[in-house]
């Protein structure tokens, strides 16, 4: 499965921030242990790149690298594995490469119309961030009446209680960060995973 159809297949992307790769490793397992199967690993510094490398040999995992803004760092994340690349703003020059090497690329949006011209761009999965901050499910909403096929994946802020609320509103999927680890064990963010999970099937 190609990580777009794991993006849209299982709704939930868990984003992780951690301060080396040793713990978004450990972090990405516990939610893989509830059930989560897509991740995000930011790689705000070069040493959480190994965490990628490591992650990618898990069965049915997709992992991508997110706050990638230069071809340098897109290519070090794919060469360690990375299924798909996700940047923080939009830039022709970064899509491009990662069109040249046949790895999708996800850009992050805040409005209308950094949405629609990323759809234009033929991105598959477009990051609606920060989500919560700019209106939460109405905004979502409120881009999409005029612009139903947007395909849009709302991130920042959303909680394992709240983003089923997304996906009814037309979200293709959402990006779930703290929510699933903050202040909390490897037991607790597996059972936190596990409870997200169960909550698609509402």
């Known amino acids: 499965m190609n ?7 299982n709704k939930i992307v868990a984003v992780i921030r951690a ?10 397992k516990a939610m893989a242990d509830g059930g989560i199967k897509v991740f995000e690993i930011t790689i ?3 040493g959480l790149v190994s965490a990628i490398n490591e992650l990618k040999n898990i069965p ?3 992992v991508m690298a997110g706050n990638v803004i230069t071809s340098m760092q897109a290519q070090e994340a794919i ?3 990375a299924q798909a690349i996700v940047s923080p703003v939009f830039q022709n020059g970064l899509l491009k ?3 040249g090497c046949k790895v999708p690329h996800i850009v992050t949006v805040s409005t209308s119309n950094e949405a629609y011209n990323a759809w234009k761009s033929r991105i598959p999965v477009i990051k609606l961030f920060p989500a919560k901050s ?3 499910v109405e905004y979502l909403e409120d881009l999409l009446r005029p612009m139903p096929f947007l395909n849009l994946m709302p991130s920042g802020g959303l909680s394992i209680e709240d983003f089923v609320d ?9 990006g779930i960060g703290r929510s699933l680890y903050k202040n909390a064990s490897l037991k607790e963010i597996t059972e936190r995973a596990r409870y997200a999970v169960s909550q698609l099937k509402r």
């Open 3 to 9: 990580p777009i159809e794991a993006i849209y297949k």
């Open 19 to 28: 301060e080396n790769a040793s713990e978004a490793i450990e972090k990405a």
């Open 44 to 46: 705000e510094n070069r």
């Open 60 to 62: 049915d995992i997709t």
């Open 79 to 81: 060469d360690n594995g």
């Open 97 to 99: 490469y990662c069109t």
């Open 134 to 136: 700019m209106g939460q």
């Open 166 to 174: 997304y996906l009814n509103a037309g979200a293709v999927a959402v």
